[in-house]
């Protein structure tokens, strides 16, 4: 230990910030002008405040004469809940997460509506943590509930508190129906999963597993979907979720009334309503006849898939497209996996790669030419994430099973998302799922073929669950 602690002369002018953030109570103004703080860092003598940026957070405060004061590590300031006057304080900075001082950290369902995750006070003091939404519970340290922030008194030593907030978004009351996870992942895509996770609540099949998108971390249905709790009624249909996006929007596939009709229209040409196949250009959501693989992304011509799935988005009523948000990305992967584009000869697109061989699936879209939005179908990739494999039948898959555990589209094929290949016969080939006789099955098929269209579309990150609890007999009822 250095000799004697230098003080510090100095100004504080310190605002709790309530008026401006509503989290915090009524502010007020403390203005002490006799050197009232110093500066250790791990015990030593700092003649200036460290910074946030290089990364320090305060681990404890010792004020000699009684003054309770915080230290917000997330916004960098002082808090004070008592303060005595000409006395002396030491904020001590510290890296290390392990040192033991008078710090609380905290977890939460709802991060965003907390003014802090980490707060230090003096030995026995006082912290707050304000919130913007009702507080549900405080678990892990002694904290109560106090209106809109939890208050732990006497910290005498470094508490974690775990948080929950009320929420009623649908992607809030998905993930705390399955105790969502951001470190619950998939890791083997070699076998079909009709499994239920160890850690999903009793009486629910599947389970929900995180990944990564576009926009950030995915959470996804996988496994036994006879038990899963992912249906929703929205526009006087039911649908089955397949995931909340990284955006915070929640991916629905169309289920019709829960019965054989969870397609819409009659069965459809994927490319063109004349049956053309004999393109690359043909696996396009969009596409133009081009001839290479840039050019067949110039998307000037719709696909007969993509035109069956506009008329049904068009004939939605203004109110209900209200609750679809126009930001998600809807993923049609034309990069090439193997071989090279040609009019002659066969290769292979990158779904194909990663799946055909039960490789890794991904959720990311890496060509911008290759994203579209407002609705889409479900791509092969999100079928293997919930649970299907190549060739593979997969009965209990929520994607085939309808509300009476049959086939979701009766007999019928559907349409993916994804191209396969292009063939040296000239034939253009996409990913499908069969129905009832080969439950579940992903596999290729031409694009001059007839197979059904399941819309996919994604509700706004801000729609309210108002009723049901997810299960067939009580999807969820929703809200803006």
Known sequence: MKSKILLIALIISVFLTGCES???????????????????????VAKEKPTKEDGYFVNKIVCDNGTDMMWDNDNWEVELT?????????????????KEGYRVTVKSNNTLSLDSLSKATTQNGTIKIYSSSIIESVTGCNGVIDGNKVIISNVN????????????????????AYNADINRKRTNFTLIDNSTHVDTPAGLTGGLYAGIDDQGTT???????????????????????????GNGSVRLLYAGTGGEDG????????????????????????????????????????????TTVEAWYNSLSSANK??????AI????????????????????????RLANKGMPIFACSNSNDKFSTFGIMTADEVVYAGGLNETKNPNAYYYLNA???????????????????????????????????????????????????????????VLVTGGNGSANSPYEINL
């Open 22 to 44: 509503k989290k915090k109570e009524e502010s007020k103004q403390v203005v002490e002008t006799n050197g009232m703080l110093s500066y250790t860092i791990d015990g030593e």
């Open 82 to 98: 008592k303060v005595e006057s000409s006395d002396r304080c030491m904020v001590d900075f510290t890296k290390d997460i392990n």
């Open 157 to 176: 030593s470094n508490q974690t508190c775990h948080i929950t907030i009320e929420d009623k978004t649908l992607a809030g009351t998905i993930k705390n």
């Open 219 to 245: 959470y996804y249905f996988s496994g036994d979907g006879s038990g899963m709790n992912n249906w929703v009624s929205f526009a006087g249909k039911l649908w089955r979720i397949i995931r909340i996006n």
């Open 263 to 306: 397609y819409i229209g009659s069965t459809q040409h994927y490319a063109t309503s004349d049956g053309q196949y004999d393109h690359p250009a043909y696996v396009g959501w969009k596409y133009t006849l081009g001839g290479s693989l840039a050019a067949d992304r110039g998307n000037s011509t719709k696909s007969n898939a993509y």
């Open 322 to 327: 209200n609750y679809i948000d126009s930001n």
């Open 330 to 353: 809807y993923c049609n992967d034309r990069n090439i996996g193997s071989g090279s584009y040609s009019m002659n000869a066969t290769f292979y697109y990158a779904a194909y790669s």
């Open 404 to 462: 009476s555990g049959g086939s979701s589209t009766g007999d019928k094929f559907w349409w993916t998302m994804s191209p396969y290949r292009f063939g040296s016969n000239g034939i253009a080939w996409v990913f499908y799922v069969r129905g009832s006789s080969n439950p579940g099955y992903l596999n290729p098929y031409y694009v001059s073929d007839n197979a059904v269209v399941r819309p996919v579309i994604s509700l706004k990150s801000e």
